[in-house]
């Protein structure tokens, strides 16, 4: 093998090294993300008080490159109205909670796009799991680089309800019915995860 193959393959190994070595684990610090629907009456807004996303991210130079991997799970009983029990529990009941606690989001791939320094594009493609039911579905959003080396993400989605064969809760004797379309409002801040520094150790 001539000189010039040898320093081409060492230096191949060196540029998969480093991203490698750039490519983190993150996970969700805070959240402030929600569920946005309509009835027969009025508007209405869940807050999604439980949620946990483990997401292997590539950052340089204070600009997100890459999502190599990210599986979100949220609680059903961690949907909570601010119209009280009685719009939560029929919200669980809708999602089948029993037989079915959690929605989960598994990231298949993901196209993340620089538009300016610190922030990013992201088009990204999944499976979402709701009430027994999963379904691929696309995401837009934003990646942000915080001062401090965190990542907030910034994403929104309409769903409709009967794709996952759900029921639209119903109230006062079916009078009152929430509407079949959803949108989901995601906004997290990741972290570093406590694993990336004990790996380095």
């Not at 890459?66 to 009983?77: D, L, N, R």
């Not at 009280?84 to 791939?109: H, Q, R, V």
């Not at 620089?114 to 499976?127: E, H, L, M």
Request: proline share 3%; glycine share 6%.
């Amino acid at each position: 093998m001539n000189r010039s193959i040898k320093i081409g393959l060492m230096l191949t190994i060196a540029m998969l090294t480093f991203v490698t070595l750039r490519a983190q684990e993150y996970i969700v610090k805070t959240s402030k993300s929600n569920i946005q629907g309509t009835s027969t009456l009025h508007d209405w807004e869940s807050e999604i008080s439980l949620i946990t996303c483990k997401s292997t991210l590539v950052v340089e130079n204070n600009t997100l490159k890459a999502i190599k991997s990210a599986e979100v799970t949220i609680p059903v009983t961690g949907i909570k109205s601010a119209h009280g029990k009685m719009m939560d529990n029929k919200t669980y009941d809708a999602f089948l909670y029993e037989k079915n606690p959690n929605i989960t989001f598994l990231l298949i791939s993901a196209q993340v796009t620089p538009v300016s320094p610190g922030k990013a594009n992201i088009d990204a493609s999944g499976y979402l799991e709701m009430a027994g039911v999963s379904k691929s579905i696309k995401l837009n959003g934003v990646a942000t680089m915080l001062a401090n080396g965190e990542v907030q993400l910034t994403l929104s989605k309409k769903i409709n309800m009967t794709d996952f064969k759900m029921s639209q809760p119903t109230a006062v004797m079916g009078t009152i019915t929430v509407g079949a379309e959803v949108t989901v409002n995601f906004d997290l801040t990741m972290t570093p995860s406590p694993a990336n520094q004990q790996a380095k150790r």
